[in-house]
């Protein structure tokens, strides 16, 4: 765990700054995530390569990680031959890679806060077919939480600071990660995919963001992984509903092709958004897919960090 402030007191202060997404900058750094593990390999491969693009986004000024376990699943690794053992070895792994990239930017700048957040992504990433952008993958919510329950004990087991659900596409599957994610005892933030003011199952962000409400560990709940421009309103939303602070990164505004598995149209995000975003109650505040370290140093300027 980190040493000082918790988080959630720090966002009690103000504004907290994520990172960026780790994909674009492992492939910046010449990786290769044409697997169906996508970077969740490397934790595996190059581990090394994971550590280097978390400090790139602390040298960007970035004061949350989080980790390399988006993807990284007891049944994703089962399907390439790599059992259960190692799995819980390397999901423990991607927090250490984090805590250790953190713990060398303290020792760089002594007083230096920052914080891990172990990723929790949703069951349509373990499938990699890009239905973790629909949700509604016909399981209950009770075999949901078999799914994230073992993977969530194994992540919380390596100590991080916050477990960071995200992406989650629908009501149902908040419902079972928060249920699992809430048995470690861990401060959490709940984070849907959003698309046309509704989650990607089309749900209200009313209901979506009711799932949060009353829930004595979520310290932050919101959006990621969306349009740029839908961030504000869902920020508004996720605050007048919940009463707690907003968690918003976005991705470039480009679009995936999961069939092509590549990103099409043009980046949409600005930095200067982030005003709009903390005047309407967030306070963790950073990018997604395709934000790369200096985007996330001018969020850094305009936050005056």
Request: aromatic share 6%.
């Amino acid at each position: 765990m980190s040493s000082g402030r918790t988080l959630a007191e720090a966002l009690a202060e103000g504004p907290v700054l994520l990172d960026g997404g780790l994909s674009n900058q492992l492939e910046a750094q010449g990786c290769d995530l044409s697997d169906a593990l996508w970077s969740a390999r490397l934790l595996a491969d190059a581990p090394e390569q994971i550590e280097a693009a978390h400090l790139a986004y602390l040298r960007a000024g970035a004061q949350v990680l989080i980790t390399a376990s988006y993807q990284a699943t007891f049944e994703g690794f089962g399907r390439h031959g790599i059992g259960p053992e190692r799995t819980g070895a390397l999901l423990a792994s991607s927090v250490e890679l984090a805590r250790r990239a953190a713990d060398a930017a303290r020792r760089a700048d002594p007083g230096r806060e920052a914080w891990v957040a172990a990723s929790v992504g949703p069951y349509g990433a373990m499938l990699a077919d890009g239905s973790e952008y629909r949700g509604r993958y016909g399981l209950t919510v009770r075999e949901l939480e078999r799914f994230h329950r073992p993977r969530v004990a194994a992540l919380a087991e390596a100590g991080p600071d916050v477990l960071a659900l995200e992406t989650v596409p629908d009501v149902d599957e908040a419902e079972a990660v928060v249920r699992v994610a809430e048995e470690t005892g861990l401060p959490i933030w709940l984070s849907y995919s959003v698309a046309g003011g509704r989650t990607r199952a089309g749900q209200s962000l009313e209901e979506a963001f009711a799932v949060a409400a009353g829930r004595e560990r979520v310290v932050a709940v919101g959006v990621n992984c969306c349009e740029p421009a839908e961030a504000e309103e869902a920020v508004r939303v996720a605050v007048a509903v919940t009463g707690r602070p907003a968690v918003v990164y976005p991705n470039s505004g480009e679009g995936w092709d999961a069939g092509a598995r590549g990103w099409t149209g043009r980046s949409t995000f600005e930095a200067g958004r982030v005003r709009g975003w903390t005047e309407a109650g967030a306070r963790l505040v950073g990018g997604c897919c395709r934000v790369g370290p200096d985007r996330i140093k001018e969020l850094a300027a305009v936050l005056g960090r």
